[in-house]
Every structure is written in structure tokens, then in C-alpha cells.
């Protein structure tokens, strides 16, 4: 699934080469322990949808169209980046979260099969990555793309920013949370 996605354009073939990947690690997380799935399986879930809300919220359906919603609104970019490499399970977002856990579990049984988890989730990684930056060095004068978007989709919706926050803080939320229980 991981190395499907490194030359798409579009933001929902990118999404599904990705969770491929995601539902490898879930199988796998079902082998191990249920808790771990269900925590993997919660964390993933939440984390598509703060990102499919966005998505369509301000419809956008291919890169192009992400680069130039990006260009238009910071606080939106920044969240919809930090959900993306979140998704990806950068560490210390949220989404590495139950990657780490399966890891742990699994370091001394099966180290071939982490390795190759762990290699392809780096190939998803990259091509999140790669969105990132690319948004992030892209301006409107050089996209040929014209969208057409509604004015009201520039509010700051309260479930857009409630989800992204705890997508991007999740892992320091659940720190403390472990510390003082």
C-alpha cells in the first residue's frame, strides 16, 4: 500500500494507499493484544476524520487544490500538516502513538516483521512528508489552478480545530494522563 501512494495526485488514493498501511498495523495489533487494536483503531479513526472533514469542508479532492487552500489560511495549513504527519505516525504526534505500542510488543518475538512495518510506514511517512513541504514552498503565483470555494468555508469551525488540536497534542495529553493514573 505504501509504495502505491508515492506517485499520486489525488488526496483520496493517497488516503487509501494509506490505510493499507494502517490496516496492516491493525492486523497485526489484533494478533498481539485487542486493547492495542482498539486503541489503534480509535486513534486512526479519529485522526481520518478530522482529516476528511477538512477535505471536505473546503473541497479539496487533489494536491493541487490542498497547495492552494494552504496558501489562503495559516491556522488551516498548519492544522491540516500536523494531521497529515500525524497520520503518518511522526513522533510525538498522536499516531505514533499506537505504532509505538505495537512496536514494544513486538521487539522481541517477530524483529523482521517490525522492520518491515516500520520500512513501509516510512514510505507513507515520505510521501506525507513530501505533501508538507511542498505545500510549504509553493505559492500562488506558481499554481495554474483556479478553485472556486464558498467564503463561508474560511471559518474557523469549532470541530475542525478541536479535532486537530487533540490529533497534534494527543501524545503529550496521553503523557500526563499516564503520569498522574
Given at each position: 500500500?505504501?509504495?502505491?501512494?508515492?506517485n499520486?495526485?489525488?488526496?483520496?488514493?493517497?488516503l487509501?494507499y494509506?490505510?493499507?498501511?494502517?490496516i496492516?498495523?491493525?492486523l497485526?495489533?489484533?494478533?498481539?493484544?485487542?486493547?492495542?487494536?482498539?486503541?489503534?483503531?480509535?486513534i486512526?479513526?479519529?485522526?481520518?476524520l478530522?482529516?476528511?472533514?477538512?477535505f471536505?469542508?473546503?473541497?479539496?479532492?487533489?494536491l493541487?487544490?490542498?497547495?492552494?487552500?494552504?496558501?489562503?489560511?495559516?491556522?488551516i495549513?498548519?492544522?491540516?500538516?500536523?494531521?497529515?504527519?500525524?497520520?503518518?505516525?511522526?513522533?510525538p504526534?498522536?499516531?505514533?502513538l499506537?505504532?509505538?505500542?505495537?512496536?514494544?510488543?513486538?521487539?522481541?518475538?517477530n524483529?523482521?516483521?517490525?522492520?518491515?512495518?516500520?520500512?513501509?510506514t516510512?514510505?507513507t511517512?515520505?510521501?506525507?512528508?513530501?505533501?508538507s513541504?511542498?505545500?510549504?514552498?509553493?505559492?500562488?503565483n506558481?499554481?495554474?489552478?483556479?478553485m472556486?470555494?464558498?467564503?463561508?468555508?474560511?471559518n474557523?469551525?469549532?470541530?475542525?480545530?478541536?479535532?486537530?488540536?487533540?490529533s497534534?497534542?494527543?501524545?503529550?495529553?496521553?503523557t500526563i494522563?499516564i503520569?498522574?493514573y
Open positions: 500500500g505504501s509504495i502505491g501512494g508515492l499520486q495526485i489525488s488526496l483520496r488514493k493517497i487509501a494509506s490505510s493499507i498501511n494502517h496492516g498495523w491493525m497485526t495489533s489484533f494478533i498481539i493484544n485487542e486493547i492495542i487494536w482498539i486503541i489503534y483503531f480509535l486512526y479513526s479519529f485522526i481520518s478530522s482529516i476528511i472533514i477538512m471536505n469542508k473546503f473541497n479539496i479532492f487533489m493541487n487544490q490542498l497547495f492552494m487552500m494552504m496558501n489562503n489560511s495559516y491556522i495549513k498548519y492544522f491540516m500538516l500536523m494531521n497529515l504527519l500525524s497520520l503518518g505516525g511522526l513522533p504526534f498522536l499516531g505514533f499506537p505504532k509505538w505500542m505495537i512496536i514494544q510488543n513486538l521487539s522481541l518475538n524483529f523482521l516483521l517490525i522492520t518491515f512495518m516500520i520500512m513501509m516510512l514510505i511517512l515520505f510521501f506525507y512528508l513530501r505533501i513541504y511542498s505545500s510549504l514552498m509553493i505559492n500562488n506558481e499554481l495554474n489552478f483556479l472556486i470555494m464558498n467564503k463561508n468555508n474560511y474557523n469551525n469549532m470541530l475542525i480545530n478541536m479535532l486537530s488540536f487533540i497534534i497534542n494527543g501524545m503529550i495529553l496521553y494522563f503520569n498522574f
